[in-house]
């Protein structure tokens, strides 16, 4: 629900080691891509996931609006 392939991060299934390898030299071979991602995450990351924001999130459903 955090990650999502291509977007936030490269998803790789944890048991294919090729996978993980060729995910890394991509990386390391594509400072866009890092840059893309490596911002991604760490937007989603401060407006979704801090205490703050999550505090943030349940209060705006309370019913009357927090």
Request: neutral net charge; charged residues 40%.
């Amino acid at each position: 629900e955090v990650l999502t392939d291509e977007r936030n991060s490269l998803l790789v299934p944890a048991d294919r080691v090729e996978a993980w390898e060729a995910a890394v030299r991509r990386l390391l071979a594509d400072g866009e891509l890092r840059r893309r991602l490596g911002g991604r995450a760490r937007d989603e990351q401060r407006r979704l996931y801090t205490w703050e924001a999550r505090a943030r999130i349940v209060l705006e459903g309370l019913p009357d609006g927090g």
